[in-house]
């Protein structure tokens, strides 16, 4: 009983997502078929379509699961701990450094490297 009420989900998935792809398809062609028109209208019209599209996507079973997944994200990111203004200027300032030091070192080995092979093969 449970694989018929999920093939019948997935097939209606399946007509849902093709309805979405239809809405863009629409959209776009919409866009092109009316471009004698005001773009303003042009824009709400595509607009509309893609909003109509995204709701349509977030009533299938990976909509679903994509809108859960970007609701647990942005918790995640509500307890992530932001570095301070200085604490982000100074570990630049670091790292700027860091990236000075290593490519005077690689300018002088290139350089020495260049004069030993001048003296080798003059």
Do not use: C, H
């Not at 100074?90 to 001048?118: E, K, M, P, R, Y």
């Amino acid at each position: 009983m449970n694989a018929q009420v999920n093939s019948s989900n997935s097939a209606f998935d399946i007509f849902k997502w093709f309805i979405v792809v239809a809405l863009i398809a629409a959209a776009i062609g919409g866009n092109y078929y009316f471009s004698a028109e005001s773009l303003i209208f042009r824009v709400l019209g595509v607009v509309l379509a893609l909003v109509i599209a995204v709701l349509v996507a977030l009533t299938t079973e990976r909509g679903k699961a994509t809108n859960r997944l970007r609701k647990e994200a942005w918790v995640e990111i509500r307890k992530v701990v932001w570095p301070t203004r200085q604490e982000t200027v100074q570990t630049t300032l670091v790292v700027l450094g860091f990236v000075f030091l290593v490519a005077v070192i690689l300018w002088l080995v290139d350089t020495l490297i260049g004069w030993l092979l001048s003296m080798v093969f003059g």
